[in-house]
Structures are given as C-alpha cells and as structure tokens.
C-alpha cells in the first residue's frame, strides 16, 4: 500500500513538473514475460532436463514403497511376525528414504528456478530500460492495478528478447 502511495505521489509530481512535455508511461505485464518469453521457455526446458533424473528416481522410489506395501497386505496373515516386522521397517525406511528425497527434490527445484527467473527478469529489465530509452518513456510500470491497452509495451519487450535470444543462440 505504501508503495502504491509512494508511486501515486511520485506520479502526481512528476505530471507537476510536465505539464507542457508529453508524458509518456508504459506497462510490462512480468508474468507474461515469465510465461512467454524465449528465455524462460528455455529455462523451463533447461530445468526439466536437469532434474529429470531425480525425478525418475523418485518415481522408482514411489513404486517401491506400493510394491512392498502390496506385497505387505497380501501376504501379512501368511508370514511371520519376525518377516512381517522386518517388511514393516523396510517399508517404513522407504517411505522416511521418499519423503527425504521428495523435500531435497522440491528445495532444491525451487532454488534453481528461482536463480532462473532471476537471470530471465534481468534480461526483461534490460529489455524495457532499452526500450524505454529508445521510445522516450518516462515511466515502465510492472506492477498496476489497472492499466490502458495502449500503455502495455509487453509485446515490444517479447519481440526484443526473442531477437536476443535469436542473436545469441544464433537460431
């Protein structure tokens, strides 16, 4: 709320001071540069590939512990106590061994996507700073409760990072 004041008040002075000068203000809609852009398709893709293996892992881990669970329901009454005990713990360390992994896996998911979203937020800023300059904006907004169609530059901002992402994987 503060921020929204904050910005209101810097808007109002600015108009202030520019009465006679065109005022130009933009809007970037971020999560559709996160959703759309060519950098954050490729991060996503990036991501993917680099826990895919984690991932199967956990799948294996998963169908584990409902083959022993299975095989634990089904033959319980014909075993022995020692046996069934024995199955008890096995399955009880699985599901401890799942859960462990399945949190590291989630952290450390997290983690990587936000360093991710980070380096593609980087780029988009340097996008609109390029673009504000160049169009002589005053004002980019990122953030707005509500904005005009024709203040919304989000488009220009996909078109120039896509031209970067062309220009540095040379596709």
Same mark, same amino acid.
């Given at each position: 709320?503060?921020? /929204?004041?904050?910005? *209101?008040?810097?808007?109002?002075?600015? *108009?202030?001071?520019?009465?006679?000068?065109?005022?130009?203000?933009?809007?970037?809609?971020?999560?559709?540069?996160?959703?759309?852009?060519?950098?954050?398709?490729?991060?996503?893709?990036?991501?993917?590939?680099? *826990? /895919?293996?984690?991932?199967?892992?956990?799948?294996?881990?998963?169908?584990?512990?409902?083959?022993?669970?299975?095989?634990?329901?089904?033959?319980? /009454?014909?075993?022995?106590? /020692?046996?069934?005990?024995?199955?008890?713990?096995?399955?009880?360390?699985?599901?401890?061994?799942?859960?462990?992994?399945?949190?590291?896996?989630?952290?450390?998911?997290?983690?990587?996507?936000?360093? $991710?979203?980070?380096?593609?937020?980087?780029?988009?800023?340097?996008?609109?700073?390029?673009?504000?300059?160049? $169009?002589?904006?005053?004002?980019?907004?990122?953030?707005?409760?509500?904005?005009?169609?024709?203040?919304?530059?989000?488009?220009?901002?996909?078109?120039?990072?896509?031209?970067?992402?062309?220009?540095?994987?040379?596709?």
């Amino acid at each position: 709320m503060k921020k /929204s004041i904050g910005m *209101f008040m810097l808007l109002a002075s600015t *108009f202030a001071t520019c009465e006679a000068a065109e005022f130009r203000i933009g809007y970037v809609d971020t999560e559709r540069i996160l959703r759309e852009s060519e950098q954050a398709v490729q991060s996503e893709q990036k991501i993917e590939k680099e *826990f /895919s293996v984690r991932d199967q892992e956990i799948k294996k881990l998963i169908k584990q512990v409902k083959e022993l669970q299975v095989s634990l329901d089904k033959e319980g /009454s014909k075993i022995s106590d /020692s046996t069934r005990r024995i199955k008890e713990r096995e399955l009880a360390n699985l599901n401890l061994q799942l859960q462990t992994q399945q949190r590291e896996f989630r952290e450390d998911l997290n983690l990587r996507k936000n360093e $991710e979203l980070a380096q593609v937020l980087a780029k988009a800023d340097k996008a609109i700073k390029t673009i504000a300059e160049s $169009e002589d904006y005053d004002v980019i907004l990122q953030e707005a409760v509500y904005r005009h169609p024709r203040v919304d530059i989000t488009d220009r901002v996909l078109k120039y990072l896509a031209e970067e992402s062309v220009e540095t994987t040379g596709k």
